[in-house]
Nanobody, 126 residues
Framework: QVQLEESGGGWVQPGGSLRVSCVASAPTLSSYVVAWFRQAPGKEREFVGAIRWSSGGTVYNEFAKGRFVITRDNAKNTVYMQMISLKPEDTAAYYC???????????????????WGQGTQVTVST
């Protein structure tokens, strides 16, 4: 059983930066992939990126490359996502999720993730 809790969302102006966090409560995360998804009103849930806990290896959706960076802190059982150059279209609820994902993926399929947090809202506007 894995429990996830996101924090760090908020309001930011276009071009600004924000870091969201996901604290995981689990005996061990060594076998898991932790991913970030987002969902804007009226849209489907969208894969942002993921990190494999054991190796720290990451994978990103195309729109996130160069702007979003996912890292993890083993000691704190926490995954971070640093977001820069934020755009209004980045406005969404951001969710972290944990799953046992094969090394070859798929990483971007929400159904592969068994555990989800409640989400944190990110709003990018003037």
């Amino acid at each position: 059983q894995v429990q996830l809790e996101e924090s760090g969302g908020g309001w930011v102006q276009p071009g600004g930066s924000l870091r969201v966090s996901c604290v995981a409560s689990a005996p061990t995360l060594s076998s898991y992939v932790v991913a970030w998804f987002r969902q804007a009103p009226g849209k489907e849930r969208e894969f942002v990126g993921a990190i494999r806990w054991s190796s720290g290896g990451t994978v990103y959706n195309e729109f996130a490359k160069g702007r979003f960076v996912i890292t993890r802190d083993n000691a704190k059982n926490t995954v971070y996502m640093q977001m820069i150059s934020l755009k209004p279209e980045d406005t969404a609820a951001y969710y972290c999720a944990a799953g046992l994902i094969d090394i070859y993926g798929p990483y971007n399929d929400p159904s592969q993730y068994a555990y989800w947090g409640q989400g944190t809202q990110v709003t990018v506007s003037t």
